[in-house]
């Protein structure tokens, strides 16, 4: 079956760096592109960035450039580079499989807190 | 495209129906898919491409619209239907865009 399971969070101060992976199970992991969705405490879901199969990269605008996502194949994990980190940006961090469909994988979240 | 959802809190009664509502702020023909998030939890696909239950999900939940104006209905509440739900836009694909979504809360 497939899992997804993320780590690397953590507590950080501001401006420094973190970064999460997300190792895969259950599918092919090269065929698929994979995302990463952020949740604030007590807030709603927030789309982070894509990385298709071939290692082309999408990114919710409002992030800046701060964020940089991309992946091992041979390994079968997905990262997450967050540089420049601020309190805003506390959050859970999942990765998922959206495929179209019934295909469609969640983690169970890394909870990442921005802190001094 | 911006997804908007009302109301942002439902009360209702187990075994009442709730009907939320999800509106695009563009066209987005049919790509529009309904999760229910419970406490501590990830979200579950509930409803895909606007009308299509998703595996294992029960009769009770439906969902309907096309082009911007989108709602799920909860026929008959269940104490675990109790919970947050997020529509989500995938016409923009790969670019996702969530909703604020709706609390559907125990009257």
């Known amino acids: 079956q497939v899992q997804l399971v993320e780590s690397g969070g953590g507590v950080v101060q501001p401006g420094r760096s973190l970064r999460l992976s997300c190792t895969a199970s259950?599918?092919?992991?090269?065929?698929?592109?994979l995302h990463w969705v952020r949740q604030a405490p007590g807030k709603g879901l927030e789309w982070v960035a894509v990385?298709?199969?071939?290692?082309?990269?999408k990114y919710n605008e409002d992030l800046k450039g701060r964020f940089t996502v991309s992946r091992d194949n041979a390994k079968n994990t997905l990262y997450l580079q967050m540089d420049s980190l601020r309190i805003e940006d506390t959050a859970v961090y999942y990765c998922?499989?959206?495929?179209?469909?019934?295909?469609?994988?969640w983690g169970q979240g890394t909870l990442v807190i921005v802190s001094s | 495209i911006v997804l908007t959802q009302s109301p942002a809190t439902l009360s209702v009664s187990p075994g009442g129906r709730a009907t939320l509502s999800c509106r695009a702020s563009?066209?987005?023909?049919?790509?529009l898919n309904w999760y229910q998030q419970k406490p501590g939890q990830a979200p579950r696909l509930l409803i895909y491409?606007?009308?299509n239950r998703a595996t294992g999900i029960p009769a009770r939940f439906s969902g309907s619209g096309s082009g911007t104006d989108f709602t799920l209905t909860i026929s008959s509440l269940e104490p675990e239907d109790f919970a947050v739900y997020y529509c989500?836009?995938?016409?923009?694909?790969?670019?996702?865009?969530f909703g604020p979504g709706t609390k559907v809360e125990i009257k």
């Open positions: 998922a499989n959206f495929q179209g469909g019934n295909f469609d994988y």
């Open positions: 259950g599918f092919t992991f090269s065929s698929y592109g």
């Open positions: 990385i298709s199969n071939d290692g082309r990269q």
């Open positions: 563009q066209s987005i023909s049919s790509y």
């Open positions: 491409e606007a009308s």
């Open positions: 989500q836009q995938r016409s923009s694909w790969p670019l996702l865009t």
